[in-house]
Structure formats: structure tokens, C-alpha cells
């Protein structure tokens, strides 16, 4: 019983402030509120003195907002608002979010047709919940939307790509989801354009649109979805300028201004109570058949509440009141659509007042980073795989298959080909939609070459009148195409335009060609994200709800932070931090890559090669990455071993070394020796001796060195200058003589990493570099990963490490920085390795998934588990990874806030690669901190990947820290 009081008592308060303001109004003010007035957002005084002057004569019930600024729209409901003594109720056409009317700044979500491709009516609900968050920074209370018209005629030049499709379910289903959201969230939707506007070749713009379907196909198909939402509450609808003679038989009569619409079929059959609005009353749907202040009138005797843009106010006054005074109108419905409006603005909170807005805050909600996930999230869930035979996608193996894009449409290379580029190596073409023969034999002749094509059609139209932009030539060239390659195609445009295509075996659409529409279609080719969408009308041979799920290959994809709850702003301070870092010469440049739950949200790259500022600092470029070696060549090796049962960590590593046998080292297990606790010295400076003994001025000595190979002098330490031969053999020697520690207990050495890579060469007859490569790297798509770099890539990609004047007299680029691993030709276990964070992170994200990537299986979890877990007697180190150290009083190797379980490497020219299980975290930096000298301490002393490690923890949303 309290409950049902309360609720009467709001009832009471809302009829007595209806009451009040109702009967303190003259009948010209009561009249007004029927009225909704166009409003532009522009600073033009000539229109806002037109809009105050219709406020303050006729009080007039509301504003519908078009063309302007958000930060204008704001700034003028204000305006708009003060001048009224009723508030005004604001609307405005946001069918896709406010960029409907605010084009180009905010968030531009997709259209309803591709938002009718998803199956997960969740996905809309969030996209209702963030276009009222959108109104109400504008000052908007009425959104005309969901457009819940059913789509089943492609000739339809005004709905089409506006509906959610041609199936009554989804498209009811879809428009209760947008609604709900948005109704949830304060905003009033308006189910629009009743009583269905979908089957027309007409557009009610220009003229007005005849639909003569019976009222049984009427009733089960048009109105179904206007049915649904009427049942669940949506609070407003707007009637269209249709001509249905199965409704009313009179000559040209719209459905605007027909009482067997309205109050007969809307109010009386489908019980609708909520607030009724006109279509714009300046379209030609109407005013071809009658004249301003006629159509006004009839709309109203029609038994719409609130007419939307009139040309002449003065004249549709004028003409109600005659209707009025003669009868026709009765004036008991006058007054329920004014208490109706006036019941909707109490609902809205307008009895309170109008809140002023801040114009200045208006761009940080329309454009903030959550819309962009959202718009991130709609786009995966829409693009849809609409055909594939051979199975063929996503992209299983990278490297394995010539690959060529060919964007028909553009002029320039298209975020597409940008994107398919990252995964795979391709040729990258572009076309015109009109190419002459020459060019299209000339096309087909460089195509020849490739085993794969994928074509991307842009620059579409909505249009079938249009050709949906498709010429006739570039359908004859893909005719050929077809017959000569293995061809995707994926169409940036209207799913309608399949019949343009027919069957083929791989076909893809992905609705529109914004630039994360393309980026995300890219990323499904290739695995990154799933395939999920469906389509939502039929085409030709092409059904509706035809597609085809295809899981994604647990390939790292790219989105922003905020789609996997971390904040951008907070990841923005790592500019600063890396601004900081260059000025303070500390390093001259670095790549920092975050990536989250199998998303690379943050990929930076700052400053330059050098001081010398010559050449910045690229994704694509590599980095002498110094002892993460010791993980991403020589562990993972260790572990694949594992796995083929052809070594066991536990196993002593004489076992596989037999010089051992007779040395202080037979006894010590690879588990002991990876892991830092075998009582190894640190390492040794196998150099010293090979160099003259100035301190000041040391070279390199001729009974060592020539600046060319043969035979003698063999192994490349840096560029034109070769080390004798049988100087690895001394290597060896000395490291297996070498002394061990007295202590027990933890000591970081080199010399483990060496004796790992001895043994890999003697179980597999392969360098750690080799075995690595065709067990790793080139089975997950690595192209910039590997030893000796200066071999295989342009010296231009590879940053320097240093100006050696201590031993190599030279800048090392694309040579080891390590003295040791140089001497053994650039490839050792613990040095020797160049990559890039992109490629260092997919390699890092294999290990978080469990020894899986790109669909295939690279090691056991079990073994990735074991590896990854602390040795049984140490507070930092795993098999070979480095670990959070865990002992406070000892020095630390990370950011405090990263999990225990946090696991990676450090390496000595300013690196550091860490994956965090607990938050699925990968964190990646990349520097030559040691160029131009290695004694360079800053970058060292003042912590800086620790401190960059910290803010990407930071920067989680909705994770609990330590």
C-alpha cells in the first residue's frame, strides 16, 4: 500500500503541475505548445532572433535541433531556454548519435542497417545508453529514433541503410534495444516512421510515397515491430507522410493527416499513449497535396500531438483556430495533446527548471574514449563473413602464401591495406572504380603473380538507382580476376550491392568504410577478431541471417584502452615521462607497446635514432634487445625441447655437454643454471685480451683481427672486422675452466645462457638462431626478428646501440652490442637477438596464451606454467624469466604495482619485456639507451621503465592493484 501511495502521489504532483501551467496559458500559448520550430546551432544572429521571437510570441512547445556545433547547441538551449516561461522540449534527429547532425565532431557510430547485422541485442542497449548520454550534454530530450521501419524493398531511397533490416523480429527486437537504452537513461525515443515507411521507391522528401498493400499484409509486416514498441513503452512516435489506401481511400491523403491512422489505428487499436509527432511538415510528402496551415489543421484533427517544422506558424495558427471555432477539432483533444506534451516535460524534470549546460565540457562527453570502445565494439560484432568455401579464413599461416590488396576506389593506400600489412607481407595496389582496358590488363598481368588477392571496394553508394557505386568496369575486371586468383572480397558499403556480385567463394561485407571499420576487418582477415555478424536483409542468392562465425587465432588485434578498461588520459602521461627521458639524454629514442587482454592498446614510438635527430624512431624498426635473448630465443627453445622430449630442465647439462663432464659443472642442472642459482660468475670479459692496453685510445689487435674474412678470421664482430677462427674455441674453454662462486644462493649470469646455447647446438645440430627462427619466428609471422640483422634488413630499420670506442672502434648497427655474443659471430644464448615491441609482444602474448597463437600450438601450457613460475628456491627468477622480485630488501626489477606473477626480462641497452597473467597484461620498451656510450647511467638512475610499467597499471579501470 506505501508503494502504491507514493507512486499516486507523483502522479499528483505531475497532474497539478500539468493543471497549473495549463491553466496559466492563454489559448495562443496552449496552441504553441503543439508547435516544435526549427532550430539551427549556428552563431548567426538573424536565426537566433528568429527563434527568440517564436518563443516569446507563441511560446511555442519545442526547438528541433540541425546543423551546427554541440558546443553552439549547447550554448543557444541556454539561450532558449531562459527565454521561455514553459521549458521548451528539444529533439533532434540522432538516428546513428548526434553525428547525424553534428558531422564530424562526435562520435560517428553505424548506421541502423549495419547495427542490424549484430546478434547481440546488448551491444544496441549500450549504444541507446551512450546516444542519451550524447542528448543530454546537448541539452536534448527527445531523440527521433529507432527508425523501426522494415526495410524489404532495396529501390527504398529515404529508409534503407536508416532501418535495422527486413526482418520484422530483428528490426523490433533491435528498436526496443535502442529504445530501452536510451528511455533508461532519460531520454524519450520516438519510434519513427509510423506505420512503416519501408516498402516505398519513394522518398516523402520530394514527393509522397503510395504503399497499397492490404491491412492484413499491412498488419503483419509494417506495423509489427511499431506493435512491440508500443507494448513496451516507448514514450513518443512520429507518423510519416505515406499514402496507404488499405487505411484511407481519399485521394493523396498522407498518413500524417489521417484520423484512421492516428486516433483509429495508432490510439484505439494499438493502445498508444505517449506523445504523437508529425513528420517535418515542410517535406513534399505533404505539402504537394495540401497547403501550409491546411495540412497543420488536419494533422491535427488527425490526432498528432506535436507538429514538427511548419512553414508558416501564422498561417497554422490561423487555420487551427478555425477548425476549432467550427467544430472540427474538438477542443477536448486540444487540451489532452497539451497536457500530454506538458506531462512528458514534467517526466523529463523540466518543472524544476532548465540546468544550465557547459558548453566547454560538451566535447569531452561526445567524444570520449568509452564511445570510441563502443563504436569499436558495435563494428566486430557487424562485420560480416558472408560467404567462404574454401574455408580459407581467417588467415591460418602468415608467410606461407603471396599476398596482394587491391583497393578499388581510392587514390591513396586505405586503412585496410595499412592494417593487413601489419600481419601479412603484401603488395599493396589501387585502383579507380572507372579503369580503361590498358589499365586493367596491366592489373591482371601484376596480379598474376600473387596466390592470394583480397579486394576492397570503396567510395560505395546506398543507392541501387546509383549502381551502389560500382562501375560496369570494375565488375568486368573482377570477372577475370576471379578466374585467374583465390579472390576475398570485402565490400565498404551497402550490403544490398551483393547482387552485383553473385555467388563467389569468399565474400565479406562490412557496411561502411569508416577508418576503424576498415582497421577491424582487416584484423578479422587475419585472426585478431572474430567474424560474428549476420546479414540483415536477402540479396539475389544471399539470405537474410546468412554469415558465418569464424573464431579469431588468439592473434594480438589493436583497439583503445578504454575497450579493455584502461583509461587513454592516464596513458597519455607517458609522453611527458618519454619527453622527459630524450631531453634528459637519458636515451634518444624508444618504442613503449602495451597491449591487454589480446588488444595492443598503446604503440608509441619516441624520438630519434640518435641525438643527431636524423631519423625517427618507427614501429617497424628493430633494436638490439640485448638479454631478453635469454628469453625469446634461447628459453622458448628450451622449452620446445621439453616438449619433443628431447631435454628436461631437470637433467644435468653435461648431459648435453660432455667437456662438462670433467669440470666443477658437471653436477648443475639447466633448472639451476636458468634460473641463476648455479653459482656461475657474472661473465667475462672475453675482449680485453683481443685489444691493445691504452685505455684511452684501445684497438682492436692484428694477431686477432683482420678487416676481412677468410678461412683464418671468420667470425664478424662488427662491420669489416673479422675475429680468428679459432678464438670460439678459447671462448669455451675459459668459460668452462671458469670458477665458481663459493656462496650459494642468486647471482645474474651470462654464462648459463652460453652453455644453453652450446647445448641447443649439440641436441638439434642448429644455432639457437636457426632453431629459433623455424620454431618461432617465422611460424608467427615475425618479419623483423632475429640475429644478425644486418644481413636481412635495411641498415635504415635498425636503431644503433652504441659508438664503440672501446673495443669495435665503430657504431654498432645491426651488430650485436654484446662484446661476448659478437665474438661468437652475433648469436648467443644470452645476447644476440634485434626485434621490435610489436614483434617482441606477440611472442610474449604466446606465452600468456598458454603456448598457443595464430592458431597454432607452439608448447605445452604445462611447460609455459613450469617456466614461468619461480624456482624453488628464489624470490625473482622463473626457468630463465625474470619474475618480480619478491624479497623488499633486495633491489627491485619492476613496477611495484605489476602481480607476483609477473614474468619477462630486463636487458642491459635499455629494455624491458614483461607479461602479467593476472590482468592479461603485456608491457613492452624498447630503447638504445646506450648510444651514444653504455656508461650513460640516467636512464638507469631515474627509472624510467619502471615508472612507464607503473602508469600502464595506473591506467586500469576496474582492476584492483597492490
Known amino acids: 500500500m506505501a508503494i502504491n501511495a507514493d507512486l499516486s502521489g507523483q502522479v499528483d504532483k505531475k497532474a497539478q503541475w500539468v493543471d497549473s501551467i495549463y491553466n496559466a496559458m492563454n489559448e495562443d500559448q496552449r496552441l504553441g505548445q503543439l508547435f516544435m520550430m526549427r532550430a539551427f546551432s549556428y552563431t548567426d544572429q538573424k536565426h537566433i532572433d528568429q527563434v527568440k521571437s517564436l518563443i516569446q510570441k507563441y511560446q511555442i512547445g519545442g526547438l528541433c535541433f540541425f546543423q551546427g556545433s554541440p558546443e553552439n547547441q549547447a550554448l543557444l538551449v541556454n539561450t532558449y531556454q531562459s527565454l521561455s516561461r514553459i521549458p521548451l522540449l528539444t529533439a533532434i534527429d540522432g538516428e546513428w548519435g548526434l553525428s547525424m547532425r553534428f558531422k564530424g565532431s562526435v562520435t560517428d557510430f553505424p548506421r541502423q542497417l549495419m547495427l542490424g547485422a549484430i546478434q547481440d541485442d546488448n551491444l544496441i542497449y549500450e549504444f541507446g545508453k551512450e546516444v542519451a548520454m550524447q542528448c543530454k550534454a546537448t541539452g536534448i530530450h527527445v531523440n527521433f529514433a529507432p527508425v523501426a521501419d522494415v526495410n524489404n524493398n532495396p ?3 529515404v529508409i534503407n541503410d536508416r532501418s535495422f533490416g527486413e526482418d520484422i523480429y530483428n528490426v523490433a527486437a533491435k528498436s526496443f534495444a535502442y529504445m530501452k537504452g536510451m528511455q533508461d537513461y532519460g531520454i524519450v525515443a520516438c519510434a519513427k516512421h509510423f506505420p512503416g515507411h ?24 509494417e506495423l509489427m515491430p511499431f506493435k512491440v514498441l508500443s507494448d513496451q513503452g516507448v514514450k513518443s512516435m512520429m507518423v510519416a507522410h505515406l499514402h496507404m489506401p488499405a487505411y484511407d481511400d481519399r485521394p493523396n491523403r498522407p498518413t500524417t493527416l489521417s484520423r484512421n491512422v492516428i486516433t483509429e489505428l495508432l490510439r484505439k487499436k494499438l493502445g498508444f499513449n505517449g506523445v504523437v509527432f508529425t513528420d517535418a511538415m515542410e517535406m513534399k510528402g505533404v505539402l504537394n497535396h495540401f497547403p501550409t496551415g491546411e495540412a497543420e489543421a488536419e494533422a491535427l484533427l488527425a490526432g498528432n500531438d506535436m507538429i514538427v517544422l511548419t512553414m508558416d506558424i501564422d498561417k497554422s495558427m490561423k487555420k487551427i483556430k478555425e477548425y476549432i471555432n467550427s467544430g472540427k477539432i474538438n477542443k477536448n483533444q486540444v487540451t489532452e495533446s497539451v497536457k500530454r506534451i506538458l506531462a512528458m516535460k514534467y517526466e523529463l524534470g523540466l518543472s524544476r527548471g532548465h540546468q544550465p549546460l557547459n558548453p566547454a565540457l560538451v566535447d569531452e562527453v561526445l567524444n570520449r574514449p568509452e564511445s570510441i570502445a563502443l563504436k569499436s565494439r558495435l563494428t566486430r560484432a557487424a562485420i560480416t563473413l558472408v560467404n567462404d568455401t574454401l574455408g580459407a579464413l581467417p588467415v591460418q599461416q602468415l608467410n606461407d602464401s603471396r599476398y596482394a590488396t587491391l583497393s578499388i576506389g581510392k587514390s591513396e593506400y586505405t586503412p585496410f591495406q595499412e592494417r593487413i600489412s601489419d600481419y601479412l607481407t603484401t603488395m599493396n595496389l589501387k585502383a579507380h572504380k572507372d579503369m580503361d582496358s590498358k589499365r586493367r590488363s596491366r592489373l591482371l598481368k601484376e596480379l598474376k603473380k600473387y596466390d592470394q588477392v583480397i579486394v576492397s571496394i570503396h567510395d560505395m553508394s546506398k543507392l541501387r538507382s546509383k549502381g551502389y557505386g560500382v562501375s560496369d568496369s570494375t565488375l568486368q575486371f573482377l570477372d577475370v580476376l576471379y578466374k585467374q586468383n583465390k579472390v576475398t572480397t570485402v565490400l ?35 585472426g585478431a577478431t572474430p567474424f560474428r555478424g549476420r546479414l540483415p536483409v536477402s540479396v539475389g542468392s544471399y539470405k537474410y541471417g546468412q554469415g558465418e562465425d569464424r573464431e579469431d587465432l588468439a592473434r594480438l588485434g589493436y583497439d583503445i584502452p578504454e575497450s579493455v578498461g584502461m583509461s587513454s588520459a592516464t596513458l597519455a602521461s607517458i609522453d611527458t615521462l618519454m619527453a622527459e627521458m630524450i631531453s634528459d639524454r637519458a636515451a634518444p629514442g624508444c618504442q613503449i607497446l602495451v597491449a591487454k587482454d589480446g588488444k595492443i592498446v598503446f604503440d608509441k614510438s619516441y624520438g630519434y635514432f640518435t641525438y643527431a635527430k636524423k631519423r625517427k624512431v618507427t614501429p617497424r624498426d628493430i633494436y638490439d634487445v640485448a638479454s631478453v635473448t635469454k628469453i625469446l630465443a634461447s628459453t622458448l627453445s628450451m622449452m620446445k625441447l621439453q616438449d619433443e622430449g ?4 631437470k637433467d644435468r647439462v653435461s648431459k648435453y655437454i660432455t667437456q ?19 653459482r656461475l660468475i657474472g661473465w667475462i670479459p672475453f675482449y680485453v685480451q683481443t685489444i691493445t692496453d691504452n685505455k684511452r685510445n684501445p684497438r682492436p689487435l692484428p694477431e686477432y683481427y683482420r678487416r676481412t674474412g677468410s678461412g683464418k678470421y671468420s667470425i664478424p664482430v662488427a662491420k669489416n672486422l673479422y675475429l680468428r677462427t679459432d678464438y670460439r674455441d678459447s671462448i669455451w674453454s675459459k668459460i668452462y675452466s671458469s670458477k665458481l ?49 644486418h644481413k636481412t634488413i635495411k641498415l635504415n630499420n635498425i636503431i644503433p646501440s652504441e659508438e664503440d670506442v672501446y673495443f669495435r672502434r665503430q657504431r654498432l648497427t645491426g651488430y650485436v652490442h ?145
Open 155 to 157: 529501390d527504398n531511397p
Open 198 to 221: 519501408g516498402d516505398t521507391g519513394v522518398d516523402s522528401h520530394y514527393d509522397l510515397p503510395v504503399i497499397k498493400h492490404n491491412t492484413a499484409r499491412l498488419d503483419s509486416l
Open 492 to 526: 565498404f558499403g551497402s550490403p544490398y550491392a551483393l547482387e552485383k556480385w553473385g555467388y563467389r567463394d569468399q565474400m565479406i561485407v562490412a557496411y561502411n568504410e569508416d577508418p576503424l571499420t576498415q582497421d577491424i576487418t582487416a584484423q578479422a582477415i587475419c
Open 646 to 649: 628431447k631435454v628436461n630442465v
Open 660 to 678: 662438462l663432464d670433467t669440470t666443477n659443472k658437471k653436477e648443475m642442472t639447466f633448472e639451476e643454471m636458468m634460473a641463476h642459482h648455479a
Open 741 to 789: 662462486r663459493e656462496r650459494e644462493g642468486y647471482r645474474y649470469s651470462d654464462l648459463a645462457f652460453y652453455l644453453v646455447h652450446n647445448a641447443i647446438n649439440n641436441i638439434t645440430g642448429k644455432g639457437v638462431d636457426e632453431y629459433a627462427t623455424e620454431s618461432f619466428y617465422k611460424p608467427l609471422g615475425l618479419k623483423r626478428t632475429g640475429f644478425n640483422p
Open 818 to 962: 654484446d662484446m661476448g655474443a659478437a665474438m661468437l659471430g652475433g648469436v648467443s644464448g644470452h645476447a644476440g637477438l634485434f626485434s621490435n615491441s610489436r614483434e617482441i609482444a606477440i611472442m610474449m602474448q604466446m606465452l600468456l596464451n598458454g603456448g598457443h597463437y595464430g592458431g597454432k600450438k607452439f608448447l605445452n601450457q604445462e611447460t609455459v606454467k613450469q617456466f614461468t613460475s619461480r624456482y624453488r628456491i628464489s624470490t625473482r627468477r622463473g626457468i630463465g624469466f625474470d619474475m618480480k622480485e619478491l624479497n623488499p630488501d633486495r633491489s627491485q626489477n619492476m613496477s611495484s604495482l605489476a602481480s607476483d606473477q609477473t614474468f619477462g626480462h630486463l636487458g642491459f641497452t635499455g629494455t624491458a619485456v614483461f607479461a602479467d597473467p593476472e590482468h592479461n597484461l603485456v608491457y613492452v620498451f624498447l630503447s638504445n639507451r646506450t648510444y651514444p656510450r653504455m656508461e650513460n647511467t640516467r636512464f638507469i638512475r631515474d627509472e624510467y621503465r619502471p615508472r612507464v610499467q607503473s602508469i600502464v597499471y595506473k591506467s586500469l579501470l576496474r582492476e584492483t592493484l597492490p
